[in-house]
T-cell receptor, first 114, second 110 residues
Framework: EAGVVQSPRYKIIEKKQPVAFWCNPI?????LYWYLQNLGQGPELLIR????????DSQLPKDRFSAERLKGVDSTLKIQPAELGDSAVYLC????????????FGPGTRLTVL | SQQGEEDPQALSIQEGENATMNCSYK?????LQWYRQNSGRGLVHLIL?????REKHSGRLRVTLDTSKKSSSLLITASRAADTASYFC??????????FGKGTRLSVIA
């Protein structure tokens, strides 16, 4: 069974440019998460989806970040415009449900903003 | 915000020794989970312990939970070089999503 797929694995952009990350969760997993992980820190939740509905996006900086999961399967996270402080690893995870069950993580996208 | 706090921040041991990592959290939990992250990779789930459980084993892993002290520990016995990674605890409370700690960086020297 394929795991959580993320692309790209690495991205380097100039500040003020837009960037997008893609995630395909494990088949059948209704819940999808986007996390931000800074160096030496644990993951911090940006947004959680139940199927196509965003049910927890309180930590998403909505002035520049947006996300979508149109058909309740794969998801895209976008930053526009990117700032220097956005340099981090963006992790996607999925789980069968949101009831505190284990989460399955993708390899992440390492973003560098110059 | 991060609820869990792991201790120590970094740990270096010789292969074959045991490694113990501790985690403290702030509020009542439904369960607590431990994850491993190898350098440049995503997190991998290791073990989940529910609030009504006190100890759980999985292979060379042993997790304990003390809800009165709001703390958990992860013991890795007979460590191997391949155990070198960062280890995170994550707490689940109510209907809120998992909250991860800052992690313990374990180095196992061959």
């Amino acid at each position: 069974e394929a795991g959580v797929v993320q692309s790209p694995r690495y991205k380097i952009i100039e500040k003020k440019q837009p960037v997008a990350f893609w995630c395909n969760p494990i088949s059948g997993h209704n819940t999808l998460y986007w996390y931000l992980q800074n160096l030496g820190q644990g993951p911090e939740l940006l947004i959680r989806y139940e199927n196509e509905e965003a049910v927890d996006d309180s930590q998403l900086p909505k002035d520049r970040f947006s996300a979508e999961r149109l058909k309740g399967v794969d998801s895209t996270l976008k930053i526009q415009p990117a700032e220097l402080g956005d340099s981090a690893v963006y992790l996607c995870a999925s789980s069968p449900n949101s009831g505190g069950s284990e989460q399955f993580f993708g390899p992440g996208t390492r973003l560098t903003v110059l | 915000s991060q609820q869990g706090e792991e201790d120590p921040q970094a740990l270096s041991i010789q292969e074959g020794e045991n490694a113990t990592m501790n985690c403290s959290y702030k509020t009542s939990i439904n369960n607590l989970q431990w994850y491993r992250q190898n350098s440049g990779r995503g997190l991998v789930h290791l073990i989940l312990i529910r609030s009504n459980e006190r100890e759980k084993h999985s292979g060379r892993l042993r997790v304990t939970l003390d809800t009165s002290k709001k703390s958990s520990s992860l013991l890795i016995t007979a460590s191997r070089a391949a155990d070198t990674a960062s280890y995170f605890c994550a707490s689940h409370s109510g209907n809120t999503p998992l909250v991860f700690g800052k992690g313990t960086r374990l180095s196992v020297i061959a």
